[in-house]
């Protein structure tokens, strides 16, 4: 996997929105604060808007997709940031061109949630390590500095944050694993099965699970259909997230218990990241050491060069 360039003061970041419509406000106040980073953020042009038929959807398709198309292979533009999830990334993502992505080279890109799908494809389709962290519209980041400081750490200093090591994380199974992080939001990792470009299992990596008002019948569904596929033979380790708006966190817990600790390899809960407040980013495509008993995340070098 090839590790993008850290971003350095005067970096130009364009702001895409692939997946939900983005609110100006939250937008407005997310540039803002991209600029006091001393980045240069640019909007590309159909992020505000809104599908004339589908009102889940920021614009169509096709100009979600020439949007972040057009960043990427503006060899100005140094970091792709999200500014939203939502739904939508799967409806655009076959209509990126990922030869010419590929050819444009790396840059930083940031999301989560819908975005796991474009994490998968960075993945698969070009080799790309990309970080699974804040959204430049999202109101967890807007109105939190823990999210804030260490997705800025991993953009500028990311030896500073080698190692991640949440407070309240414990280990649900015990032991020590090594592999390749990967993963993201369940749901999206669940429905990419069958796409004919994706990832075909979680072998050998250590693989990142969180989920956002999902009721738990639900979160036990797309559970059992990654096992039932395979997907999940051979992973090296488990590291769960944030399980906001869904039942209690006892009853997820238990089904999370229920359906994981037969794989027989570590598996560490609460670990910051996803959908909450203070969440962490997470770089997917570098290789990295989980102490579920001590709560850490080693990687093996920096998210980005």
Known sequence: MTRPARLAPGARVAIVAPSGPVPEERLST????LRGWDLEPVVAPHV??????????????ADRAADLQAAWCDPSVDAVLCARGGYGVQRMVDLLDWDAIRAAGPKVFVGFSDITALHEAFATRAGLVTLHGPMAAGVDFLKNAT??????ATLFEP?????????GTT??????????LLGGCLCLLATELGNPHGRPSARG????????GEETYRLDRYLTQLLRAGWLDGVSGILLGSWAECAPYNEVRALLTD??????VPVVEEFGF???EGALTIPFGVTAELDADAGTLTLDEPALV
């Open 30 to 33: 997310g540039l803002d604060l």
């Open 48 to 61: 505000l808007d809104r599908h004339s038929g589908f009102d889940y959807l920021a614009g169509t398709d």
């Open 147 to 152: 999210a804030q400081e260490h997705l800025r």
């Open 159 to 167: 030896e500073t944050v080698r190692t991640i090591a949440p407070a």
């Open 171 to 180: 280990a649900l199974v015990p032991g020590r694993a090594r592999g390749l």
């Open 205 to 212: 990596g250590l693989l990142c699970l969180e989920d956002v």
């Open 259 to 264: 359906r994981l600790a037969g794989l027989g």
């Open 274 to 276: 996803g959908h909450r």
